[in-house]
Structure formats: structure tokens, C-alpha cells
């Protein structure tokens, strides 16, 4: 079983910046790609970032610019930082693995709270 334990939500200003991780419980040479997803009140979850196991990266429209995704191979870890938050930024943010070899499909954390205040 893989658990993904996230950190670093919280409440921001608008303009201001709130760095997220994520720890995966298994042996990064089972990691592929992870992810970052969001899911604000009445919305649909949608993808904010992901990175592959050799760094190639991809981000969701809204946040292009503004959110960088990075891991650490060593430690089993993606992080998110979030710059130039805006209150539609407001949601829960959720860490996602799709696959992992030996693991199985579609692991998620349990979520963290982003609040950006206007």
C-alpha cells in the first residue's frame, strides 16, 4: 500500500506564496510521475501540476507561471510552490501517483487546505 502524506497548506493573502510537499511510503525507484491536483467547493477536481521520475514537467493553464512542481528523488517527494496566489486559487490540493511498479494504480493523499484571502 502506498500513503501520501502532504504538508503546507494553509491561509495566504492574495500576492503572497505557500510552499506544498508530499511523501510517498515506498521506494522512489517504484515512483513514475506524480502530481498535484485541486478541488475547489462545487468544482470539478482539476490537474495543477505534474513531473515525471526525470523531471519533465506540466501545469494547468491557470497556473502556468506562477507554480513550480520539483521533486526529490532521495527523499520520495514532491513538492509545490505557489506564488502570486489568488483567491480562485482557494482549494483543497491533493497529491496524486497514478501508477507505481509493484504498487498498483492511483494513490492519493488525503488533501491540504489552501486558503488565499483577497
Known amino acids: 500500500q502506498v500513503q501520501l502524506v502532504e504538508s503546507g497548506g494553509g491561509l495566504v493573502q492574495a500576492g503572497g506564496s505557500l510552499s506544498l510537499s508530499c511523501a510517498a511510503s515506498?521506494?522512489?525507484?517504484?515512483?513514475?510521475?506524480m502530481e498535484w491536483y485541486r478541488q475547489a467547493p462545487g468544482k470539478q477536481r482539476e490537474l495543477v501540476a505534474r513531473i515525471s521520475s526525470r523531471g519533465y514537467t506540466q501545469y494547468g493553464d491557470s497556473v502556468k507561471g506562477r507554480f513550480t512542481i520539483s521533486r526529490d528523488n532521495a527523499k520520495n517527494t514532491v513538492y509545490l510552490q505557489m506564488n502570486s496566489l489568488k483567491p480562485e486559487d482557494t482549494a483543497v490540493y491533493y497529491c496524486?501517483?497514478?501508477?507505481?511498479?509493484?504498487?498498483?494504480?492511483?494513490?492519493w493523499g488525503q488533501g491540504t487546505q489552501v486558503t488565499v484571502s483577497s
Open positions: 496524486h501517483v497514478p501508477y507505481a511498479v509493484g504498487y498498483g494504480y492511483n494513490y
Open positions: 515506498l521506494r522512489n525507484e517504484s515512483l513514475d510521475r
